[in-house]
């Protein structure tokens, strides 16, 4: 697939490549090698005609103006795959997320956006906006179903709130309200296994979508409420599953 060309023109400016210096090795642009290793391996190339390479170099010739209105920057996962194949370490996704912030907040994706507000209107932190109340029933119900319908699985167990459990077991937001039997695979996975763990009636969600709105006060709210729900129950390990 060809690439699509650079163009270039108009006033230049440099923020972003500031934070560019700040990320880069010595702040020395020509750290890069323009090998391409962060392109090849990231789930977002050839999204929006776009690549790490060449986002990269945008950024180096001053473009924030199209980096800006590019919405390319929202299809970065996250994933640091770039970080860990370039040979110079250049931190790509925290550019990235520096380019997000820049954003005024209603013009940031509507999806994302209200997934985080939803998820800061509820103590379960659901971005579904889940009640205790409603997680609750669907863990119970489901489990109920299972244990009846698989005897070998009669003494699986999902338990909520459990004091002193090894582990504190997150639950991706959307299963319980949409799917809620692909939560059992890993019920079963930890009861074969013999893992002691729990979940949260609160805090419980998996996701954190105020981090990827590059919202840094809620996604730091809900990092916080995640750490006290495992400390309140005396849990050793937070186990994430997302
Ligand atoms: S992997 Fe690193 S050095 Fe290679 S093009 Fe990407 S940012 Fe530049
Ligand atoms: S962090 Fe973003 S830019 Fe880097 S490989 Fe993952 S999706 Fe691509």
Same mark, same amino acid.
């Given at each position: 697939?060809? *690439?699509?060309? /650079?163009?270039?023109?108009?006033?230049?400016?440099?923020?972003?490549?500031?934070?560019?210096?700040?990320?880069?090795?010595?702040?020395?642009?020509?750290?890069c090698?323009?090998?391409?290793?962060?392109?090849?391996?990231?789930?977002?190339?050839? !999204?929006?005609?776009?690549?790490?390479?060449?986002?990269?170099?945008?950024?180096?010739?001053g473009?924030?103006?199209?980096?800006?209105?590019?919405?390319?920057?929202?299809?970065?996962?996250?994933?640091? =795959?770039?970080?860990?194949?370039c040979?110079?370490?250049?931190?790509?996704?925290?550019?990235?997320?520096?380019? =997000?912030?820049?954003?005024?907040?209603?013009?940031?994706?509507?999806? /994302? =956006?209200?997934?985080?507000? $939803?998820?800061?209107?509820?103590?379960?932190?659901?971005?579904?906006?889940?009640?205790? *109340?409603?997680?609750?029933?669907?863990? @119970?119900?489901?489990?109920?179903? %299972?244990?009846?319908?698989?005897?070998?699985? $009669?003494?699986?167990?999902?338990?909520?709130?459990?004091?002193?459990?090894?582990?504190? !077991?997150?639950?991706?937001?959307? *299963?319980?309200?949409?799917?809620?039997? *692909?939560?059992?695979?890993?019920?079963? /996975?930890?009861?074969?296994?013999?893992?002691?763990?729990?979940?949260?009636?609160?805090?419980?969600?998996g996701?954190? %979508?105020?981090?990827?709105?590059?919202?840094?006060?809620?996604?730091?709210?809900?990092?916080?409420?995640? $750490?006290?729900m495992?400390?309140? !129950?005396?849990?050793?390990? %937070?186990?994430?599953? @997302?």
């Open positions: 697939m060809a *690439e699509a060309a /650079i163009k270039l023109g108009g006033k230049k400016k440099s923020i972003f490549m500031d934070k560019v210096k700040e990320i880069l090795p010595q702040g020395n642009l020509s750290l090698l323009t090998c391409g290793l962060c392109s090849s391996g990231c789930p977002a190339t050839g !999204l929006e005609s776009m690549d790490p390479r060449k986002f990269l170099r945008m950024v180096a010739l473009m924030d103006d199209e980096i800006l209105a590019s919405d390319w920057p929202w299809c970065c996962t996250m994933c640091q =795959r770039c970080v860990r194949v040979p110079m370490q250049i931190d790509i996704p925290q550019l990235i997320f520096n380019i =997000r912030k820049a954003r005024p907040r209603e013009d940031r994706p509507k999806g /994302i =956006r209200d997934s985080c507000d $939803a998820a800061m209107k509820t103590e379960t932190l659901s971005a579904m906006g889940t009640s205790v *109340e409603d997680f609750i029933f669907v863990v @119970e119900d489901v489990l109920e179903e %299972y244990q009846e319908s698989q005897p070998e699985f $009669a003494d699986m167990q999902a338990p909520i709130d459990k004091k002193g459990a090894e582990f504190f !077991l997150n639950q991706n937001s959307r *299963e319980p309200v949409t799917e809620p039997d *692909e939560m059992v695979p890993l019920w079963k /996975i930890l009861h074969l296994a013999g893992a002691d763990w729990t979940y949260g009636s609160k805090a419980w969600t996701e954190n %979508y105020c981090l990827f709105i590059a919202d840094t006060d809620n996604w730091e709210k809900i990092t916080r409420a995640q $750490a006290a495992t400390t309140e !129950l005396g849990c050793k390990t %937070y186990l994430n599953t @997302e």
